[in-house]
T-cell receptor, first 111, second 116 residues
Framework: GESVGLHLPTLSVQEGDNSIINCAYS??????FIWYKQESGKGPQFIID?????DKRQGQRVTVLLNKTVKHLSLQIAATQPGDSAVYFC??????????FGTGTRLQVFP | DTGVSQNPRHKITKRGQNVTFRCDPI?????LYWYRQTLGQGPEFLTY????????KSRLLSDRFSAERPKGSFSTLEIQRTEQGDSAMYLC??????????????FGPGTRLTVL
């Protein structure tokens, strides 16, 4: 399949290490945030979300942190695996309609 | 597989031709969205429907683009007189907000359009 994000920022991590992917969002009125994972040739896949009244949410091997003061979102992946290799996008939701996606980050996991 | 399907998966067409894409959302989802994604970029919002009503259209959606959702189920996106700049991945997503104000969207695999 075609490659997603040929010139994206890239984070390279060793298998088993923790990964941290950062995102700056644009609108202080955004009330809901989602992290998506996109593999080559596929649509974005939901990973985890967080509402603006929270500052941390944990899932299976993933944690999202929200800092509304500086409009910053991060995704932490514990014990990164080769299957985690993909492009990761944060998205913000204002109201109940469209998502606004940030610039993606390519995660490369090497053995 | 999220349950959102799109057809065709790939479309190659000559400049000036019309193309139509189809999206079948998750059956109980009342909201359906179209996005466009070019290489190296995140998806960009085009338009969305709540049931059969088209509620918002982006300025990216020129008058050559039209989207429909006639029965509130599947949707079609048509591009008339295609241009090379229309080459992109067209993504469809659906959602069904249970809690007011929160909007988890599930994406389909996309239709890759190449205009020659």
């Amino acid at each position: 399949g075609e490659s997603v994000g040929l010139h994206l920022p890239t984070l390279s991590v060793q298998e088993g290490d923790n990964s941290i992917i950062n995102c700056a969002y644009s609108n202080s009125a955004s009330d809901y945030f989602i992290w998506y994972k996109q593999e080559s040739g596929k649509g974005p896949q939901f990973i985890i979300d967080i509402r603006s009244n929270m500052d941390k949410r944990q899932g299976q091997r993933v944690t999202v942190l929200l800092n509304k003061t500086v409009k910053h979102l991060s995704l932490q992946i514990a014990a990164t695996q080769p299957g985690d290799s993909a492009v990761y996008f944060c998205a913000e939701n204002i109201g109940t309609d469209k998502l606004i996606f940030g610039t993606g980050t390519r995660l490369q996991v090497f053995p | 597989d999220t349950g959102v399907s799109q057809n065709p998966r790939h479309k190659i067409t000559k400049r000036g031709q019309n193309v139509t894409f189809r999206c079948d959302p998750i059956s109980e989802h009342n909201r359906l969205y179209w996005y466009r994604q070019t290489l190296g970029q995140g998806p960009e919002f085009l338009t969305y429907f709540q049931n059969e009503a088209q509620l918002e259209k982006s300025r990216l959606l020129s008058d050559r683009f039209s989207a429909e959702r006639p029965k509130g189920s599947f949707s079609t996106l048509e591009i008339q007189r295609t241009e090379q700049g229309d080459s992109a991945m067209y993504l469809c997503a659906s959602s069904s907000p249970i809690n007011a104000g929160y909007n988890e969207q599930f994406f389909g695999p996309g239709t890759r359009l190449t205009v020659l």
